[in-house]
């Protein structure tokens, strides 16, 4: 299962997703799909440096399911988590999208 | 209300550096997550599925219009114009940065405001009846016991570093508001045959995963002993309460495992033992704090109010309102208005900054300066001339906060659930949502009847869903939303906890089923005056279960 | 072991004995308790002053009986969580009038000092870096104002005790 890396940054909690060029970016379109568990593993290597300088924080992989271009994540946690509360259309990630 | 004198401020001032000193060393590196959390969880900051979450606590439920006033302020500068009132008598916002976090802590200390022990394994925000100090029942006033509690328990030393949360609430009122009895500790302000004031103390009461309700430990305390005697429960669980299991680790447990006498042997040894005296409570004491809350010199008005009859002859959806917010008040010719903050269709417990500020108003003009906030998520306006109502009922229908359904089925209690919490299993608000729009139709409400509908997206229970009369938790299985329904819960003086009717329901049908439940009440109870609680405990759950199972074989209920 | 006491770190005159490790009775050693219960007869014939360390979960009744024998109490906090060395702490100092040295153990950290000072410790072994750092500035972290009575901290005149106790 494919999967992406998102955290919450430090300075005001807002959920991050990994780009491929290690940048902590708002959006999941902008972030990197990992195929598998060895790119997972590989890329949170590297993110324990993130950590430690104390940028993000509650790093986890999720997964996400890809058609297309389209990347969606697989469970409802996660998509909240990308798109914002179901109740409030117009709060979260959502709104710019 | 109570007002902070110097040292009270100077307190609040102190933690506020403190903790500000602590969000710096954070950000800069000093302090590691890990170290930092203990921190911000003990100043309110928790770190939610989208952001940061600030927890402020409004102890024992009262606020004055400037509280809220900056409350409203504070959802507009810092967050997205609106906080969410919960069943702990707090608020919360949903999207602050932790940056902003002093700044913001700054603001509330301004207002005699805090976030101290909203959260953290501390003696926590101390809840009261949001009725204190107007209901017709009342003995006695329990917010000045609460405010003893408050500051005696603050920032304690010995107490800080506890086994997990510890959660206090008093009732000064038979009819318990407070739900004391789920609580680590609740206190009932009761009168002793000699007419003396005291507490009947209960202990290991708690909701969560092993829900279970206090035990009387007490049938009298003298109020002198109130702040020895909470020593002396904390104490013990301090030292004797498991710290291996995080989920074992509530004061409820321990008396569960030790024995409910044992415990109470070991509490009255450790009262008896600590023979210093130092924690007596003198009468001058709880009389210095009691003045703060003195009632508001009320001036005299008849029972019936004219203008209040006039516009309910001619008004519907007021006599509605009037019917169903307004509780007897001690004094006549006034009642205790309960503002819902459960618009049919929406966020259980959620308020504007516009709705904040509107209330602080006629708090200001019509309601003596006081505002309460229940544990049901709903304001309240404790002493509100009936003459007035037809004035507060036309502003407060003017920001959509004249819905009239205190008490009744669409008057739920929510937790934030998926949308919001990093623990949720399953999204509760959007249920409260759609069942309170089944359920939209004022006159079908008011024929059911009283009705305490209670969800919680997982097993930690925040909404209270044990002693909901109907119950709803969220689950995941599968990787799906289920719902668990609870049958015959209730949280007031007859504490019960509900009955599981059985598998769970998915999120597309649990509403039906609640329909279901409800017109099987309709059905089956003896009189239109039966409520539902009374209904269920005499017939029980057989036909309910009968008519949520079973009407998919064809059987007909 | 760096050991913080009275404002600053000093020389440890105290040496403690692990678990299970053998050694012959002398002066200002720290032990288990379950060890000094067990050779008590050695260390009593020496009138060496001597120091116990206490795991918690052990109840202070264990212990109360020999309570003048001990020149030294160290209260093992093995989480900087776990807070039930903080009641023991009082009740050795309030209830049973502890007068030797109360040491904390384990994992201290900055941000407990206060605390624990406050209900009687007086010294503590610290082995996190970051905390040596800090009370090597001087800093001890923490409120000035305080709503209940330290141990050995007179009531103020006119408060009530319970109530309020400025900060020294
Ligand atoms: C959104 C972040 C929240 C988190 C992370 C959270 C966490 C928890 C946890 C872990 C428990 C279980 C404690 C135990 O059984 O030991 C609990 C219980 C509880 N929480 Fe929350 N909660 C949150 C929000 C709320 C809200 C919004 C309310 C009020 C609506 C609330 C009120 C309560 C109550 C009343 C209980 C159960 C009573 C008891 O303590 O046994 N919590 N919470
Ligand atoms: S009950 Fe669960 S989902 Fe709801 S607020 Fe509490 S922890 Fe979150």
Known sequence: MSQVISANRLSDGIVVFRASNGAWVEQLRDAEILPDSVAVKAALDLVELDIKANHVIEVAAFDVAVKGDHVEPVHLRDKIRAKGPTIHPGHGKQAAL | MYRYDEFDAAFVADRLNQFSDQVQRRLSGELTEEQFRIHRLMNGVYLQLHAYMLRIAIPYGTLSPRQLRKLAHIARRYDKGFGHFTTRQNIQFNWPALKDIPEILGELASVEMHAIQTSGN????????????????????PRPYAEILRQW???????????????????????DRAAIQVHDIGYQLVKNDKGETGFAVYVGGGLGRTPMVGH???DFLPTKDLLAYTQAIVRVYNLEGRRDNKYKARIKILVHEKGFEAMRAAVEAEFEADKSELLALPQSEVERISAYFAPPALPERAAQSQALETRRASDHAFAAFVDVNVSKHRQAGYGLLTISLKPIGGIPGDATAEQMELVAELAEKFGHDEIRVSHEQNLVLPHVALDDLPAVYDALAAQGLATANAGLISDIISC?????????????????????ERFADGPRAKDIGGMKIKISGCINACGHHHVGHIGILGLERKGVE?????????????????????PGFSYEDVVDAIETVVDTYIGLRSTPDEDFLSAYRRVGMAPFKKALYERDSGSEI | MPLYKNGSFVQDQWTTIPEGEAMSPAGHVIVPLTWWQAERQAFDDSHVPIGVRIDPGIAIDDFIADLSRFALIALVIPKFQDGRAYSTARLLRERHGFKGELRAVGEVLIDQIQPMLRCGFDAFEITDPVTQAALETGRVPGVTHFYQPGVNEAPKAGARPWLRQAGR
């Open chain 2, 416 to 436: 934030p659930g998926m949308d919001y919490c990093s623990l949720a299993t399953a999204r509760s608000i959007p249920v409260a949502q759609r069942i309170s």
């Open chain 2, 216 to 218: 009387k430990i007490r």
């Open chain 2, 482 to 502: 289920t719902y668990q329904l609870t049958l015959g819960g209730s949280g007031d003086e007859s504490c019960t906890l509900g009955d599981i009717t059985g």
């Open chain 2, 122 to 141: 501390c003696i926590r925000n101390v809840t009261a009846d949001h009725f204190a100090g107007a209901a017709a029942d009342e003995i006695e006033d």
């Open chain 2, 153 to 175: 328990s603050s920032i304690h030393p010995e107490f800080t570093y506890l086994p997990r949360k510890f959660k206090l609430a008093l009732s000064g009122s038979p009819h």
